[in-house]
């Protein structure tokens, strides 16, 4: 009987200890609060998709005389990128406070309010940001080149990876720098951190270097 027992709480612990592994390195998942994943993972979404408009707002086009001209500066380039950030300020911070909601007792009747708030505005949010972003990035820039496309889905789709394990790897490094003491929300927004800000420096590298403008189509 003592050694079933045993078998049973060490086997118990292994499943705990990683279950808690898996939960740093994926800070989203966030066990003790299943009603707070949906909007952790849709918060990380919209952080996400924001974070590469901005860089497509910041570099898309810098290699054409007729935009790079009213960015001379970086605070030119830096005022381009938050425009995303702008756009989609409402919509983030009341997903933010949807999922404080999920986290925290709060009232059934103000948390479900909320949270059909969050995410209808989000759902115009991205419409809205998205367009703005496409029609910055208009092909008339261009005045006397053809333009071409400077990236491919696949590179944005490796920046995506990279900034996710990014995030991972900056999740497990708060966690053993705490002693294993981090919080879940600490732990996700540390993560949430890092991936917006790897996202817009890694996709900054080829949307910089890439040549946006084409040979030219006059003559």
Excluded at 11 to 22: I, K, L, T
Excluded at 60 to 86: H, I, K, N
Excluded at 97 to 117: D, F, K, M
Aim: aromatic share 8%; charged share 15%.
């Amino acid at each position: 009987m003592r050694l079933v027992t045993a078998e049973g709480c060490r086997a118990a612990v292994d499943r705990g200890v990683n279950g808690r592994f898996r939960d740093v390195l994926w800070p989203a998942s966030f066990p003790d609060a299943p009603r707070a994943r949906v909007h952790a993972h849709a918060l990380a979404t919209l952080v996400v998709i924001t974070s590469v408009c901005a860089a497509f707002k910041g570099f898309y086009w810098a290699d054409d005389p007729e935009v790079s001209q009213y960015r001379a500066g970086l605070g030119d380039m830096t005022r381009a990128m938050a425009v995303p950030f702008r756009l989609m300020a409402v919509p983030l911070l009341l997903m933010c406070a949807a999922l404080a909601g999920a986290l925290r007792p709060w009232p059934r009747v103000t948390y479900r309010v909320l949270a059909v708030v969050a995410w209808t505005t989000s759902a115009l949010g991205i419409f809205v940001v998205l367009l703005d972003t496409e029609l910055t990035n208009d092909s008339d820039y261009c005045t006397a080149n053809a333009p071409v496309e400077p990236i491919s889905g696949n590179v944005v789709a490796l920046c995506l990876l990279a900034a996710l394990a990014a995030g991972s790897s900056a999740a497990w490094i708060a966690w053993v720098i705490s002693r294993r003491r981090a919080r879940p929300a600490a732990l996700y927004a540390v993560w949430l951190a890092t991936v917006a800000a790897t996202v817009v420096l890694t996709l900054a590298v080829p949307l910089h270097a890439a040549q946006t403008c084409g040979p030219s189509v006059v003559g």
